[in-house]
């Protein structure tokens, strides 16, 4: 691909890309709602504003655009062969900061599922929505899971105080008692 564009007619076409990128993303959520699946979307209260929130499956989707996240080894991710630098620092950035989400997001309990913009094609958009609804079903299980686990463990502390103030109250009566 050459690039005969200057730097700010990329911008604006890649931005125009951006958010016509939403109707994959369209495509997506209707599926996933066709298949059962209950979201929010755009939540602002989550780091990175994720586009697709299913709490019930403490599940988090980013639908990324190939070229602005760097998807590797991806033909829309190809970089232009003027200006190179500025791209790649432009798409590294992106990539931190992205990682940093995750990373905030995965600390708060959150699954965190990556749907790239070229995966949402028609030809993939089946595979992909079997993919992406394994991984919410698997992420939901684990996250009960877990949530049993804990629920578990603080029956056991509770029960653990219990008989400890039990022993407690019962070597007091033997004391009051001499
Ligand atoms: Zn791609």
């Known amino acids: 691909m050459s690039d005969v564009l200057t730097i700010e007619q990329r911008h604006r076409n890649m931005a125009a890309i951006h958010s ?4 994959p993303e369209l495509q997506l959520r209707s599926s996933l709602w066709h298949r059962g699946f209950r979201y929010r979307v755009n939540d602002k ?15 988090v989707i980013f639908v990324h655009g190939c ?4 998807h590797k080894g991806c033909p829309i991710s190809h970089i232009p062969e003027t ?14 900061r992205d ?3 995750w990373r ?8 965190v599922v990556i749907v ?3 995966q949402l094609k028609k030809a993939n958009l089946d595979d992909t929505v079997a993919r992406v609804s394994a991984e919410i079903v698997r992420n939901g299980e684990a996250y009960r899971a877990a949530q049993e686990e804990r629920r578990k463990a603080r029956e056991e502390y509770r029960q653990e105080r219990k008989a400890r103030k039990e022993r407690e109250q019962s070597l007091l009566d033997e004391v009051k008692s001499l």
Do not use: M
């Open 20 to 23: 016509a990128s939403t109707k």
């Open 45 to 59: 209260r989550l780091p990175g504003r994720p586009d697709i929130v299913l709490p019930k499956y403490r599940t």
């Open 67 to 70: 070229f602005w996240h760097g």
């Open 83 to 96: 200006n190179t630098d500025f791209w790649l620092g432009k798409i590294s950035r992106n990539q931190e």
């Open 99 to 101: 990682q940093e989400v």
């Open 104 to 111: 905030k997001l995965e600390a708060k309990g959150w699954s």
């Open 116 to 118: 790239w913009e070229c």
